[in-house]
């Protein structure tokens, strides 16, 4: 068996072919660009060049190293037949709903003004805000969504949850599809977006969506940039309407250092650390599920390409 692995010129490739090497020793493992055309079976990629399936006509199914597909299947050259398989929870859920926790905690209660104040010289201990004024809208009920919707309720903030079809996740309010989306944000204060990038949700972080959140609302992003208009924000902080912002993603990463969110004090920003994939888990995970493909097993993660995640 022989496998291609690529992953962005910012990261050192050696790393992750050894993992792989490691994980499958019976296979031949090679760098995409150190391999012969159509030499491959499988690749394990992270936001690859079109050209890798161009130059690699015999691969059976393609791994991506990370949960959102959105970058892979946006290549004109991916070939329409080929299984794509996005990496399930392999470390990833438990660190979102850390971030996701930290940054709700620091909305509920008030620990950026807190900061700002003892740095004026301001000793200010207000009442404790009640967690009833702080109910957290989760769009999204995947193995991260539903991760970080039970985190929040193990707080006891009240949770609701909002994905597109019906799911079940214990201590959520759960509503779902188009028909379901306005009663989740008039009820949510916090909404935290955890969705896939797809046709149907790109842009769903927009004004319209955006002002039906209960008064002085607040947004959290750990999905995709594209899911925001920024615009959008930008003037609904101006105008109050949304009191602050966390975001860990952005429309174009690495984020321009003339861009305006950089001015703005209501948003919080990070890197796209919210949810870091950790190699060795997602290696592993990776290697067991080419191992069930070869076998002809049935393998979690395989993408509906028209559902688009
Ligand atoms: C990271 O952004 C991922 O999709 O795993």
Not at 104 to 125: D, H, N, P, Q, T
């Amino acid at each position: 068996m022989r496998i291609v692995v690529s992953v962005p010129g910012a990261f050192r490739i050696e790393p992750w072919v050894d993992a792989v090497k490691g994980a499958l020793p019976e296979a031949e493992v090679s760098a995409w660009d150190k391999a012969p055309a159509n030499w491959a079976d499988y690749a394990i990629v992270w936001a690859p060049e079109g050209a890798l399936f161009e130059d690699q006509r015999a691969l059976k199914a393609v791994f991506n190293l990370g949960a959102g597909v959105d970058a892979l299947l946006a290549l004109a050259a991916l070939p329409p037949g080929l299984p794509v398989v996005r990496l399930g929870d392999a470390g990833m859920s438990v660190q979102m709903a850390e971030y996701v926790c930290q940054a709700v905690i620091r909305f509920a209660r008030g620990l950026g003004e807190y900061e700002r104040e003892m740095k004026a010289g301001i000793w200010s201990a207000k009442r404790a805000p009640a967690r009833s004024d702080f109910p957290v809208g989760v769009m999204g009920l995947g193995a991260i969504g539903a991760r970080v919707a039970r985190a929040l309720a193990a707080f006891d903030y009240p949770v609701l949850g909002w994905s597109r079809s019906p799911k079940t996740v214990a201590g959520v309010a759960s509503y779902c599809g188009p028909a379901g989306l306005d009663a989740f944000l008039r009820a949510s204060r916090i909404l935290v977006c955890a969705l896939p990038l797809t046709p149907d949700t790109r842009g769903i972080l927009c004004r319209a969506t955006l002002e039906k959140l209960r008064p002085e609302g607040y947004l959290i992003n750990v999905g995709r940039g594209a899911h925001l208009i920024e615009d959008d924000l930008l003037e609904l902080l101006d105008e109050g309407v949304i009191k602050g912002a966390t975001l860990d993603v952005f429309t174009e990463e690495p984020l321009r250092g003339d861009h305006p969110f950089l001015r703005q004090p209501s948003i919080t920003l990070t890197p796209h650390i919210s949810a870091v994939t950790n190699r060795h888990l997602s290696v592993e995970q990776i290697a067991q599920k080419i191992k069930r493909f070869e076998a002809g097993a049935a393998i979690d993660g395989v993408v509906e390409r028209t559902r688009g995640y």
